[in-house]
C-alpha cells in the first residue's frame, strides 16, 4: 500500500524558510507526478506545486520565486523549499502523489502545518 509521511513543517517568521520533506513507500516515486496542495482555514486545497519523474516542474503563481520542488526518485522522496515566508503562506501542507499509468489515481499525506507569524 502506498503511504506519504510528510515533516518539516512548523512555526516560522515573515521572511524565513523552511523545508519540507515528503517520503512515498509502497511503490517507487518514478510511477507518480508528486506534488505539494496547501489548504488554508476556511479556503479551497490548491496545488502549490508539482514535479514529474523527468523533473519538469509548476508552481501556482502566488509562491513563483520562492518556493523550489524537488525530487530524489532513488530516496523516493520529494521537497519543497520554501522561503521569504509571509503570513498568506500558513495553511496545512499536503503530499500528493498523482499516478503516472491512471491519472485518477491519488495518494495523500497526513499534512503538515505551516504557520507564518508576523
Known amino acids: 500500500q502506498v503511504q506519504l509521511v510528510e515533516s518539516g513543517g512548523g512555526l516560522v517568521q515573515v521572511g524565513g524558510s523552511l523545508r519540507l520533506s515528503c517520503v512515498l513507500s509502497?511503490?517507487?516515486?518514478?510511477?507518480?507526478?508528486m506534488g505539494w496542495y496547501r489548504q488554508a482555514p476556511g479556503k479551497q486545497r490548491e496545488l502549490v506545486a508539482a514535479v514529474r519523474p523527468g523533473g519538469v516542474t509548476q508552481y501556482v503563481d502566488s509562491v513563483m520565486g520562492r518556493f523550489t520542488i524537488s525530487r530524489d526518485n532513488a530516496r523516493n522522496t520529494v521537497y519543497l523549499q520554501m522561503s521569504s515566508l509571509n503570513v498568506e503562506d500558513t495553511a496545512v501542507y499536503y503530499c500528493?502523489?498523482?499516478?503516472?499509468?491512471?491519472?485518477?489515481?491519488?495518494?495523500w499525506g497526513q499534512g503538515t502545518q505551516v504557520t507564518v507569524s508576523s
Open positions: 500528493n502523489a498523482n499516478s503516472l499509468i491512471a491519472s485518477s489515481i491519488d495518494y
Open positions: 509502497g511503490s517507487r516515486s518514478s510511477l507518480y507526478v
